[in-house]
């Protein structure tokens, strides 16, 4: 169990990092202690979904939706958080990479 918390405790850190970097390189001014508030606070919508999953567990396409729309909020919101108004073009090129480490957290989440 401690190694798996590491593991989750690496990764988040780390994928932090690599979204920090990719900010900066988009041309973002922020720090990675904000990089990590961002990631941290966009998680958010995961929880809900995470905790609405068991109550509609017997119909697998509204299941789905949610982890979908849970995943594509959290994404979103974390995009629109770190790129200001005048990068908005670029957001979509922070997303891709804030959606692959929220897929990872939400499947670390309901064990899939």
């Not at 720090?31 to 995470?50: D, E, H, N, R």
């Not at 959290?74 to 891709?96: C, P, T």
Request: net charge positive; hydrophobic share 55%.
């Amino acid at each position: 169990k401690q190694w798996y918390q590491r593991r989750v405790a690496i990764t988040a850190g780390g994928g932090s990092f690599l979204i920090f970097v990719l900010t900066r390189v988009l041309g973002a001014e922020v720090s990675y202690g904000q990089t990590l508030g961002v990631i941290g606070y966009s998680v958010i919508p995961l929880i809900f979904a995470v905790t609405l999953l068991p109550l509609i567990s017997f119909i697998p396409l509204l299941n789905l939706a949610v982890k979908i729309i849970g995943v594509v909020w959290a994404s979103y919101s974390a995009g629109s958080l770190l790129v200001d108004q005048e990068l908005g073009q670029k957001k979509i090129l922070l997303m891709y990479p804030t959606f692959l480490l929220y897929v990872y957290f939400f499947s670390l989440s309901t064990g899939v």
